[in-house]
């Protein structure tokens, strides 16, 4: 995916997880970017707490932009 800008949500294929993620991005790399979790599957869950919410993804795994949705 091309203008991947820091502070937006995506969807996207964190590296060592199973299931797709949304995260916000918080720092650009040359080849990935590091996400805060801010949703994921209950499969995930676990690696996700162990990692503090903080992943890498490859910019090819980042697939289109996220609306985070709060409860209310």
Not at 47 to 61: F, G, S, T
Request: aromatic share 6%; with cysteine.
């Amino acid at each position: 995916m091309e203008n991947i800008e820091i502070g937006e949500a995506y969807q996207c294929k964190a590296i060592g997880l199973e299931k797709e993620v949304i995260g916000v991005v918080e720092q650009l790399y040359t080849n990935t970017a590091l996400i805060n979790v801010v949703q994921c599957e209950s499969v995930d869950r676990i690696a996700v707490i162990e990692r503090q919410n903080r992943l890498l993804v490859k910019y090819e795994d980042i697939y289109c932009n996220a609306t985070i949705e709060y409860p209310a």
